[in-house]
């Protein structure tokens, strides 16, 4: 079955704990993201990657990273978590082609940080 | 740069009821793709439609249908005969074309169908 899977769904942690979400998808897309959803702001992407070892910058950047070793794997690092980074993440791939696959987006995590 | 507003913040309907979204989106793209996302209230996001910009015809699946009019750069989605299950937030996105894969979502619309 064709799928983004994040994990963990839910974490709550305290300011500058280091954290790491997971996310692997199993369709061999090229591309991948992060986006945040907070309330009246809709989603908006934090980091992309269009390759392995080829990532950049969103709209949201600030106080996060990520790394692509693999290309089905895209992980997003907190080094030092703090409480306006709490929110729903979303992790999505999808391939190289616009128009001819939607994204596919993993079940969201949803972090709280104290 | 790209822009999708959904001016509606909440809707509320009764059972049954016919309810139109509103969605218009800014880009300078000439060829770019239209979604809309469910998200229930168990949060994951649920692909509903994608359309080309080159393709204006409407479409209908079921209770849902997509009015796409490039001249007003509009994106507006009805549900006929709403349903209790049809409550969620709604958001729809634009992606650009290769090279500018991003898609870049509205604020949402979060609909309630009263029973």
């Known amino acids: 079955e064709a799928q983004v899977t994040q994990n963990p769904r839910y974490l709550i942690t305290v300011t500058g704990k280091k954290l790491t979400v997971t996310c692997s998808q199993n369709?061999?897309?090229?591309?991948m993201s992060w986006y945040r959803q907070d309330p009246g702001l809709g989603l908006r992407q934090i980091y992309y990657?269009?390759?392995?070892?080829?990532?950049d910058k969103g709209d949201v950047p600030e106080g996060y990273k990520v790394s692509r070793k693999e290309k089905r794997n895209f992980p997003l690092i907190l080094e030092s978590p703090s409480p306006n980074q709490t929110s729903l993440y979303f992790c999505?791939?999808?391939?190289?082609?616009?128009?001819?696959?939607?994204?596919?987006f993993g079940q969201g995590t949803r972090l709280t940080v104290v | 740069a790209q822009k999708v507003t959904q001016a509606q913040t909440e809707i509320s309907v009764v059972e049954k009821e016919d309810v139109t979204l509103d969605c218009v989106y800014e880009?300078?793209?000439?060829?770019?793709?239209l979604f809309w996302y469910k998200q229930p209230p168990s949060g994951e996001l649920v692909f509903l439609i994608r359309?080309?910009?080159?393709?204006?015809q409407n479409e209908i699946s079921g209770r849902y249908s997509w009015n796409f009019q490039k001249s007003t750069s509009s994106f507006n989605f009805t549900i006929t005969a709403s349903q209790v299950v049809d409550s969620a937030v709604y958001f729809c996105?634009?992606?650009?074309?290769?090279?500018?894969?991003?898609?870049?979502f509205g604020t949402g619309t979060r609909l309630t169908i009263i029973p």
């Open positions: 369709m061999n897309h090229e591309y």
């Open positions: 999505a791939s999808s391939p190289r082609q616009p128009g001819i696959s939607e994204a596919f």
């Open positions: 880009t300078r793209d000439t060829t770019y793709y």
């Open positions: 996105a634009l992606e650009g074309n290769f090279g500018n894969e991003k898609l870049t």
């Open positions: 359309r080309n910009s080159f393709d204006e």
């Open positions: 990657s269009m390759n392995v070892e080829v990532t």
